[in-house]
């Protein structure tokens, strides 16, 4: 590992915005955030970053390393630096820009606030049972950190700015983890996802699944999943014509699990 | 004095964490104005960084051998009986409904072959307590109860820091502070507030603790005349990751060591079978042979735990006892491995350790040991309140969660942080909405404010010309080798020195720049908490004399008994801190009958 490397920052707070150079100390272990506190201890504390718990578990430090969407915390400098000891660090590109590498993100909380949260019925039987092999999917999403780098990567997002069609692959994971809940009940989480979240503007090119730091399979397990349902609701003549007869659909919630004799676990 | 927004609440929440999310449900759910401040942005909090589990006597493993009535012996024996026992007894019975509401909001726990929540075996407990999802347990909580709130509509202020609680009288009215984004100034009113803040580790050099955990809401409430309690108690997580240097301080679940991880020294030694490390209270009640501890993973009715589960305080004294006695790891720790439970096993029940030693530290745990040292992890001390509605001392004033003391006494047992934030954030979040309802809104002279407004500015116009991180450095390195695990008068009497210097020429501190998103800024105001605290840590460790839980006097090794009758209390006096001592409140017998038994 160089002794010395090179930091290129963003700097300011819009778009007449400059890059600036910093030389950084290294140290074993060294992460891009190490490097940029570095920076703000001893050479300028104006230096704007987002952190919280630097081992990759908040997702507050987002940020692009050499023009790639990354947490900072989880970035060794040595896999980043090129011959020269460089590292170029820039803001999220699809957030409005507050300063330095921070990015105003609030859309996302917004968009958030527009899903329906998980509705189980009063009937449902309590203590509620499920199995380890039917909430391991939707698991799977709930290890999202929303650090929003799959926002930022979106073409949909980061290229055309739909941000008024399409809630983006992290609201895709969300409503997947609740429309895969073994006991959710929301009858319209399909007609949000067609509509106003704009499930169909996705078109699988899985740069989200990419950069995602909790490695959730975004496109293959969530995005594709809730395509097929909004596909078989909306879009299957023969489906259409047995709702057409038989009334909408009601979402259907599997039989519970037998109560066993004792409650003794593993 | 410069403009300020300002906004109006009923009930005002500093902090969103898992204590203010679920008291901004309990306030909302009870139809009243509630605002809630959070430091950094939604869902970032410390709690995010919990890892092991929420305990909470659901008994799901053991059937009814486990209950209230054990979790509530083992909290008591873990917190060396200087917890408030009436504390306990609340958090023991209802941390069974909280779990259980959780997953009514849509946690999704791990669950055992009947379907039910999961739950592992940890430090101090006697029974499998820990509802646990893998080793992200703090991430689902978090998430559940922030998509709960939103769900409720509460108004949120990001990127908010409250510096300062106003007052009417006696009684506290709203709170003034600042947004990070833009750097406004902001005056909540409010007719009741609720700190959780959460706990204060940046003062020292290696800590699991994020940048917001700087003692604001301790901080706040002692400047207000509220009164502190057990300010001494500082826990060292046994574990926490010590190579390379970048991820010193990071948590290592005590999961790991739940899941079977043992801990052996330089010479290969499982040093927690050293009897001189094991209690006397807790002599029998674990394995004695590394037979019985292995044959206990895959039996737990018929062996007993491995002493790798006894709670923080004695495995953080034991590893540090072994490095003192230089049978110390390559890079001066102890090795905890687990790769004996193979990597399928490692990988599903431990990912993110997987994934932190893999990307942080290139080490394969299911194949390697990691090398461990305890890091600051956790405060026990706190605002003091009382047991049923989290109220302070003062009135209008309550807090929750880990700026509140009393519940976990001298020492905290693992899993017990997570039920703690949603027993007493209901609580409070219950009793402020009542005080609410009743009180209107005070009257706030604006001295305050301007007074507040001085002391956040000084730092643009200050001729001192002091550089916060280097004060802030300094205090680190003093506190990490005066009041660390093993503290003595002359350690402490230097340390609190070197505080009391540091106080000062922060008085002289300068920063360049303007108040938008200005790290430098608000790291100047936030020291002011971090010293002011340090202070109160420092004296109160001096004024305790005796070794109990976190507190480990080398020069008074013993427990006292007149000691364990008294908690410390700090409070405001003619602008000094003043520690005095309070009975620590008698177990009824009902209560006390369980301890014995």
Known sequence: ?266 | MESYQAYEHDVLIIGAGGAGLRAAISVMEAGLSCGVVSKSLLGKAHTVMAEGGAAAALGNMEGEADNWQVHFKDTMLGGQFLNNPRTVEIFAKEAIERVLELEEYGAVFDRTPAGLIAQRPFGGHTYRRLNHVGDRTGLELIRTLQDKAVSLRPTFYMETTVTRLLKDGERIVGAFGYNRQNGEFILFKAKAVIVATGGWGRMYKFTSNSWESTGDGASMAFEAGAELMDMEMVQFHPTGMLWPPGVRGILVTEGVRGEGGILRNSKGERFMFNPDYMPPHYKGNFAESEGEAHAWLFDKEKNRRPPELLPRDVVSRAIYKEVLAARQSEHGGVYLDVSHRGADYIKSKLPSMYEQFHALGDIDITKQPMEVYPTIHYTMGGIRTEPETAESSLPGLYAAGESAAGLHGANRLGGNSLTDIMVFGKRAGDAAAAYARTASHGTMDESQIADEQSVLLDPFTNSGGENPYTISQELQEAMQKGAFIAKTEEGLKECLAIIMSLQERAKQMRVPGDRCYNPGWQTARDLRFTLKVSEVIVRSALERKESRGAQWRLDYPEKSEEWGKKNLITVKSGGEVKITTRPVPQMPAELKALVDS
């Open chain 1, 1 to 266: 590992m160089k002794e010395k490397i090179r930091l290129r920052l963003f700097r300011g707070v819009d778009a007449n915005g400059y890059e600036k150079d910093y030389e950084v100390e290294t140290f074993p272990g060294m992460v891009v955030l190490d490097a940029v506190h570095q920076i703000q201890a001893k050479q300028d504390s104006t230096v704007a970053c987002r952190w919280n718990c630097k081992a990759a578990k908040c997702g507050s430090c987002s940020a692009e390393i050499n023009g790639k969407p990354r947490l900072m915390c989880k970035s060794r400098v040595e896999d980043y630096y090129d011959d020269n000891g460089l590292i170029t660090v820039h803001p999220l590109k699809t957030f409005p820009l507050i300063k330095d590498l921070v990015t105003d993100v609030s859309w996302n909380y917004k968009k958030a606030e527009q899903i329906p949260p998980l509705t189980i019925s009063a009937d449902a039987p309590r203590p509620f049972r499920m199995q380890q092999m039917d909430v391991e999917r939707i698991q799977e999403f709930r290890k999202c950190i929303e650090c929003f780098l799959c926002q930022d990567v979106c073409h949909v997002l980061r290229d055309h700015n739909r941000k008024d069609g399409f809630f983006g692959p992290r609201h895709m994971v969300r409503i997947a983890a609740l429309e895969m809940h073994p006991l959710d009940e929301e009858p319209n989480r399909r007609a949000q996802l067609r509509k106003e979240a704009g499930v169909g503007f996705c078109n699988i090119t899985k740069c989200c699944t990419e950069v995602c730091p909790e490695h959730i399979h975004i496109t293959d397990n969530a995005i594709i999943p809730l395509k097929e349902r909004v596909a078989d609701d909306y879009f299957d003549p023969v489906r259409g014509l047995i709702r057409l007869i038989a009334g909408p659909k009601k979402k259907s919630r599997p039989a519970p699990i037998p109560k066993p004799e004792t409650n003794v676990g593993v």
